[in-house]
């Protein structure tokens, strides 16, 4: 039931029938929309780099070559490659003059595109694709 700011619930005045501000107690909706499992899969950049370097040490499985990047645009490459290399979102602005909401537009685009559920798997698609090369290689 909507609280009135006349005494009774009731007025006559249409100006006075207006609902009180929320309640400032009532429980708020959580912030994010995501899963928690979703927000646990940041990985820290030195478990990324040992990630990516356990991953190009392994040999090659029997497993079919990753999809194309038919679908990305070239812009969308240029941000692929730098999240490959282990560039932060803020890095990879600065390196493409870009700003930081734009980047993580391009990479939640990449994410949808790619099939990818976090920035590891993108690098992985990009190794996979051909983008980057192992330093040692």
């Not at 006075?16 to 990985?43: H, K, Q, Y």
């Not at 990516?52 to 990305?72: H, K, M, Q, T």
């Not at 240029?78 to 493409?96: F, R, T």
Request: with cysteine; net charge positive.
């Amino acid at each position: 039931m909507t609280r009135y700011r006349a005494q009774g619930g009731r007025c006559k005045s249409p100006l006075l029938r207006r609902p009180l501000a929320p309640d400032p107690w009532a429980p708020r909706p959580p912030r994010s929309n995501a899963p928690p499992e979703a927000e646990a899969a940041l990985l820290a950049p030195a478990v990324t780099r040992r990630l990516i370097a356990e991953f190009v040490r392994r040999p090659a499985s029997g497993r079919p070559p990753a999809p194309g990047l038919d679908g990305i645009t070239v812009r969308e490459r240029e941000v692929l490659v730098l999240v490959a290399h282990g560039l932060s979102n803020g890095e990879i602005a600065a390196e493409l003059h870009l700003s930081l909401a734009t980047v993580k537009s391009h990479i939640g685009h990449l994410l949808g595109k790619l099939g990818a559920r976090d920035r590891a798997q993108l690098v992985v698609a990009a190794y996979e694709a051909g983008l980057v090369q192992p330093a040692g290689r």
